[in-house]
């Protein structure tokens, strides 16, 4: 999936679960939108990976969509970041940004290993920066404007 649609889509979920978090909501966004995008650090081509001089390291170390990129790894991080007393709003907040990306990243024909490290990939039927991506970035942008419309009006 390209950055864009990952970003819109944890802004959509960020709106979603937005009422079930009672303060620091900005916390919550911030992490929830950061870490959708932060899991293509593994990829030196894609977007952050370009911004980043890690991006080779980490890739050479993990690959792409292997340990970084499953649901093995967002539980072993929450779980520390839990045991360090972090914020539980910046811990839901990192859980959903990272769990969307990958929910994205198995739609895709290329899968991901949710559960690693078995290696039973999950895949799906889009294509990265196909037509069909873009038709869903776009209803996703509709509904993210739809409901920041209603939020804003519910606050005026």
């Given at each position: 999936m390209?950055?864009r649609?990952?970003l819109?889509?944890s802004?959509?979920?960020f709106?979603?679960l937005?009422?079930l ?5 900005f916390?919550f966004?911030?992490s929830t939108?950061?870490s959708s ?5 593994d990829l ?8 980043i001089?890690?991006?080779?390291l980490i890739n050479?170390?993990?690959?792409h ?11 072993i991080f929450?779980?520390?970041?839990f045991?360090?007393?972090i914020s539980?709003v ?14 994205l990243?198995?739609?895709?024909i ?6 690693w ?16 991506e ?6 996703f942008?509709v509904?993210?404007s739809?409901m ?9």
């Amino acid at each position: 999936m390209l950055f864009r649609t990952h970003l819109v889509f944890s802004i959509f979920l960020f709106l979603l679960l937005d009422p079930l978090v009672i303060k620091n909501k900005f916390l919550f966004f911030i992490s929830t939108v950061v870490s959708s995008v932060v899991l293509d650090l593994d990829l030196p081509k894609s977007k952050i990976g370009k911004r980043i001089l890690l991006s080779h390291l980490i890739n050479l170390f993990f690959g792409h969509r292997g340990f970084l990129q499953s649901f093995t790894f967002v539980i072993i991080f929450s779980l520390t970041l839990f045991l360090l007393k972090i914020s539980p709003v910046l811990i839901l907040g990192f859980a959903t940004g990272y769990s969307s990306h990958l929910l994205l990243d198995s739609l895709t024909i290329k899968g991901v290993y949710l559960f690693w490290p078995l290696k039973v990939k999950v895949k799906g039927f889009l294509r990265t920066g196909s037509l069909l991506e873009n038709l869903l970035f776009l209803v996703f942008f509709v509904l993210v404007s739809l409901m920041t419309f209603h939020k804003l009006s519910n606050f005026l």
